[in-house]
């Protein structure tokens, strides 16, 4: 089974925030540019970076690249949540669910196969795309405490099981446009399990996940752009062969 601990910690796993953070606390500190150290550079051009974040025992990650693909292509790809299961690589580790589609943004969840321990949900809000005072795109996800809305649908979900809530976390993708046309792409995000797994254990399955989720992403892309030149969009599949 391809990276467990890697896979039940990517785009939208939650964290458990330590002290009072909450999910909107730790979507504020990722979004402050200060305070990022560069760790690795990949050979496709991928930038990994992390950042400690005030009160919080695990470190923040960022992902980044430079690609020609557009904001509104990558979005559109991190909204069809429909389509998780077929886009990203989590090896049946993760399942993935749209909720609902409202005024605010979109509702989801995700279940995560544990091992060793009790298998974690979480349900979260991916809000809409905004344009920041520097002119970056952001689109913005953060999980929620309470998921009392969607309590009938969750406990059809569940059935006789009993997982474990993740109660806090967040991520956010931020798009810049460079001189030349292309867009650099940053995803962040804060990230916590919970249960007996150790820290440095999930600070570098975090690191390793995030760049597997991000390639994901860019990977669709791609996918997508080759399907709209050669066949047309409305002849798109994403599934894979």
């Given amino acids: 089974m391809r990276n ?24 504020h500190m990722l979004e402050d540019d200060a305070g990022w150290e560069f760790r690795e550079r990949y050979e496709d051009g991928r930038e990994l970076w992390r950042k400690e974040l005030e009160e919080l ?6 992902v980044s690249k430079t690609v020609s693909y557009s904001p509104e292509l990558i979005i ?6 429909e389509q998780y299961n077929e886009i990203l690589t989590y090896d049946g580790t993760i399942e993935c669910r749209l909720i609902e589609r409202h005024d605010e943004g979109i509702a989801g969840y995700q279940y995560y196969r544990m091992p060793l321990m009790k298998n974690r949900y979480i349900v979260f809000e991916m809000h809409p795309a905004y344009t920041d005072s520097l002119g970056r795109i952001r689109h913005t996800w ?20 009993d997982p474990v809530l993740i109660p806090a976390g ?9 001189d030349d046309g292309m867009w650099n792409v940053a995803y962040r995000l804060y990230m916590n399990p919970g249960g007996w797994i150790p820290g440095f254990l999930v ?12 390639e994901d992403v860019l990977i669709e892309a791609q996918r997508r752009t ?3 030149e050669i066949e047309g969009w409305e002849n798109y599949s994403v599934t894979r062969d």
């Fill in 4 to 27: 467990l601990l890697l896979n039940m910690l990517i785009l939208i796993t939650g964290s458990i925030a330590y002290a009072q953070s909450t999910s909107i606390d730790i979507l």
């Fill in 57 to 62: 025992d695990l470190f923040a990650v960022e």
């Fill in 76 to 81: 559109n790809i991190l909204e069809d949540i």
């Fill in 142 to 161: 953060t999980l929620l405490s309470d998921p009392e809305p969607y309590r009938e649908i969750l406990e059809e979900w569940h059935g006789n099981e």
């Fill in 170 to 178: 967040a991520g956010t993708w931020l798009f810049e446009q460079q």
């Fill in 203 to 214: 600070n570098r399955a975090s690191q390793h996940g995030i760049t597997t989720l991000f």
């Fill in 226 to 228: 080759e399907a709209m």
